[in-house]
């Protein structure tokens, strides 16, 4: 078992609907929860992380974390075509030795227009 | 936001040689950087840790002989696939945390494409 599960997709809206995506995870020690979006053939790029348990709104963009549960989830309110990407879940220790990230597996997204 | 460029963005090399791959922190000193490797329609799977003035971590499974790093500097991570096969073929992406506080953003460069003939 992974020790991050995220769905791989694709998820296909039509342009203005709500993309709702989401990981569930093993480690509970895990306490810092990110959102990374990336377009094909480049690096990811923060959208939104979340310390511990809650919900957090930037913008399009809300991200839960229910720690009880080991559930992250990510809402995209009305969705763009430049929405479309690969979203990647990661996941970092409080006191990780640089850092380190574990990653989901990614959910290709796709808005249509 | 702070910048971290790789290069080359793009290289292929013939079976048997060795390539490597530049990380840059353009704005910010990094004593780490990270080294992930990306096969298609994958996620990244960390290979190492950079660590400048010392050695580096290596994840299980990760040959640190085939995959040689270096963090000469503050604001410079090298990876040097050597004797590479057409395996090695990946997409590979660094990154450096910079923040003050418990939260430390990544920021991970472009990605350099490796295909190996």
């Known amino acids: 078992q992974k020790e991050v599960e995220q769905d791989p997709g694709p998820l296909s809206v039509p342009e203005g609907a709500i993309v709702s995506l989401n990981c569930t995870y093993s480690?509970?020690?895990?306490?810092?929860f990110m959102w990374y979006r990336q377009y094909s053939r480049k690096g990811p790029e923060l959208l939104m992380y979340t310390y511990s348990s809650g919900n957090k709104e930037d913008g399009r963009f809300t991200a839960q974390v229910d720690k009880s549960s080991k559930y992250i989830s990510l809402f995209i309110r009305d969705s763009q075509p430049s929405d479309s990407a690969t979203y990647l879940c990661a996941m970092s220790l409080i006191k990780a030795a640089g850092n380190k990230l574990t990653f989901g597996g990614g959910t290709r997204v796709l808005v249509k227009p | 936001g702070a910048v971290v460029s790789q290069h080359p963005s793009w290289v292929i090399c013939k079976s048997g040689t060795s390539v490597k791959i530049e990380c840059r922190s353009l704005?910010?000193?990094?004593?780490?950087m990270f080294w992930y490797r990306q096969f298609p329609k994958q996620s990244l799977m960390l290979m190492a840790t950079s660590n400048e003035g010392s050695k580096a971590t290596y994840e299980q499974g990760v040959e640190k002989d085939k995959f040689l790093i270096n963090h000469a500097s503050l604001t410079l991570s090298t990876l040097t696939v050597t004797s590479a096969h057409p395996e090695d073929s990946s997409f590979y992406i660094c990154?450096?945390?910079?923040?003050?506080?418990?939260?430390?953003?990544?920021?991970f460069g472009p990605g350099t494409r490796l295909t190996v003939l």
């Open positions: 480690n509970s020690a895990f306490q810092y």
């Open positions: 704005d910010f000193q990094a004593t780490t």
């Open positions: 990154s450096a945390p910079r923040g003050t506080g418990r939260f430390n953003e990544q920021f």
